[in-house]
C-alpha cells in the first residue's frame, strides 16, 4: 500500500512539472513574440528543464534588464512582471536563432510560468553552433 500511495504521488508530481513546462513555453514564445523586433525571424531550438531559484537579488533582476535592453534583437521599453519581496523564480532555458545568430536565454518566470520577470541572453554565431 505505501509503494502505490509514493508511486501515485511520483506520477502527480511528473504531471504537474510537464504541465508547467508547458505553460513556461507558451508564454516564452509569446514574451518572445511581443517583444523581438523581428519576431518571424525566430526559430525555437530547445527548451531545458524548468527548475527554481531564490538567489535571484532584486539588483540582479535590474542588470539583468539593462543588458538585454542592448540587444539589438529586442524592442526598447520591455514591459516585464513585478517581483514580490523574497518570492523564488522559477527559472528555464531556451536556445534559438535570430537571423544568422543563436541566443542561448535563461528566463526567470513567476511561480504561475505566466510572465516573465527577467531573463539574460548570451548571443553565439549560428555558423558555430551547427
Same mark, same amino acid.
Given at each position: +500500500?505505501?509503494? !502505490? #500511495?509514493?508511486?501515485?504521488?511520483?506520477?502527480?508530481?511528473?504531471?504537474?512539472?510537464?504541465?508547467?513546462?508547458?505553460? !513556461?513555453? /507558451?508564454? #516564452?514564445?509569446?514574451?518572445?513574440?511581443?517583444?523581438? &523586433? &523581428?519576431?518571424?525571424? +525566430?526559430?525555437?531550438?530547445?527548451?531545458?528543464?524548468?527548475?527554481?531559484?531564490?538567489?535571484?537579488?532584486? @539588483? #540582479?533582476? $535590474?542588470?539583468?534588464?539593462? @543588458? %538585454? @535592453?542592448?540587444?539589438?534583437?529586442? /524592442?526598447?521599453?520591455?514591459?516585464?512582471?513585478?517581483?514580490?519581496?523574497?518570492?523564488? *523564480? *522559477?527559472?528555464?532555458? !531556451?536556445? $534559438?536563432?535570430?537571423?544568422?545568430?543563436? *541566443?542561448?536565454?535563461?528566463? $526567470? +518566470?513567476?511561480? %504561475?510560468? &505566466?510572465?516573465?520577470?527577467?531573463?539574460?541572453? #548570451?548571443?553565439? /554565431?549560428?555558423?558555430?553552433?551547427?
Amino acid at each position: +500500500m505505501r509503494k !502505490a #500511495i509514493i508511486f501515485i504521488f511520483a506520477g502527480m508530481l511528473l504531471l504537474v512539472a510537464c504541465g508547467q513546462r508547458h505553460t !513556461a513555453k /507558451n508564454s #516564452i514564445e509569446q514574451f518572445l513574440s511581443e517583444n523581438l &523586433q &523581428q519576431p518571424d525571424d +525566430m526559430t525555437i531550438l530547445h527548451f531545458g528543464r524548468i527548475d527554481s531559484t531564490r538567489i535571484i537579488s532584486d @539588483s #540582479i533582476i $535590474y542588470n539583468m534588464r539593462e @543588458s %538585454t @535592453s542592448k540587444l539589438q534583437y529586442f /524592442n526598447k521599453g520591455i514591459n516585464y512582471a513585478e517581483r514580490t519581496s523574497n518570492q523564488s *523564480l *522559477l527559472f528555464i532555458r !531556451a536556445s $534559438y536563432i535570430i537571423g544568422k545568430d543563436t *541566443l542561448e536565454s535563461t528566463f $526567470y +518566470m513567476d511561480k %504561475t510560468t &505566466q510572465k516573465v520577470v527577467a531573463f539574460k541572453s #548570451i548571443v553565439k /554565431n549560428a555558423e558555430n553552433i551547427r
